[in-house]
């Protein structure tokens, strides 16, 4: 997954404006804009570098006349006092940009990082972790991206890439007496053969009636594990399987151990812990 620079420049420019960078009274009466320095981008923790080149947008749009020099690239493991690039030139034009591009990599960088550790949890294991589409508004692109840089796959993109009927599609299309399986089928139909069609699930008959029906994706929303295994059992030989609902560290290598074929973790990206990084003057 690459990153659109068309998209990083608009996504960027809009967190500029909203910081009033060409405001900043603080540097304007302290800071002569003749002023040279170096700065340079370290890790305080350890994770996975993500957004390194969102970063560099910010400083160069702030001004263009500035040096960023990228010693590591997106996907890197960091560690207490790693180096991750260089920037040098107007110190003013630095402290402009120092808090956004922060803000872009370290949360970035936060979501590589959890999505690492889910990886790593579950190694060994042929299941796929997988993020949500809940993300910040406007940020979806590197928050997907991010997840990629630690290891993880993305689901849906948006709501154009795939049908995922969920639980309300279902009580909407109940309520005027469609089955589960005219459900797929109006699915199927109105779409084509070509587009995936996903289903999302509370039960294990459920999730068979689904997989007779002739979907491709079967998600097992907050089913105990016991009801995971059973759904393998019966279902996991002619139907793609997919975990979600409250998936942490702790139970997600169980999960995986049932075996389904992915898993979902929204927590990837709603619930970020920002990796901590640090902008430190020559």
Not at 32 to 50: F, H, N, Q, Y
Not at 122 to 150: C, Q
Request: net charge negative.
């Amino acid at each position: 997954m690459a990153l659109d620079p068309e998209i990083i420049n608009k996504i960027v420019d809009i967190a500029l404006e909203e910081d009033m960078v060409h405001g900043d009274i603080t540097t304007r009466v302290l800071v002569s804009p003749e002023i040279a320095t170096g700065a340079r981008l370290c890790a305080k923790d350890s994770g996975v570098l993500a957004g390194v080149t969102v970063a560099e947008t910010v400083f160069l749009r702030v001004d263009s006349s500035l040096q960023f020099h990228a010693r590591l690239v997106d996907g890197a493991q960091l560690n207490p006092g790693t180096e991750i690039a260089t920037i040098s030139g107007s110190a003013a034009s630095i402290l402009k940009a120092e808090r956004v591009a922060l803000n872009f990599i370290q949360r970035m960088s936060g979501i590589a990082s959890i999505t690492a550790r889910y990886i790593a949890t579950i190694s060994g294991l042929p299941a796929h972790i997988l993020d949500t589409r809940k993300t910040v508004p406007g940020l979806r692109m590197l928050d997907k991206y991010a997840v990629k840089m630690g290891g993880g796959d993305n689901h849906r993109f948006n709501l154009s890439d795939s049908i995922l009927i969920k639980d309300n599609h279902l009580a909407i299309l109940h309520a005027r007496g469609v089955s589960l399986e005219e459900v797929v089928a109006r699915a199927r139909q109105g779409a084509g053969p070509e587009v995936r069609i996903e289903i999302e699930v509370q039960s294990v008959d459920d999730a068979l009636a689904a997989a007779k029906a002739g979907a491709d994706i079967v998600m097992l929303d907050n089913m105990s594990l016991d009801e995971i295994r059973r759904a393998v059992k019966e279902v996991g030989s002619i139907v793609l399987l997919e975990a979600s609902g409250n998936v942490t560290l702790e139970t997600v290598r169980a999960i995986a151990e049932a075996g389904v074929d992915f898993i979902s973790v929204g927590s990837l990206t709603h619930s970020v812990k920002a990796l901590d990084i640090s902008l430190d003057m020559d």
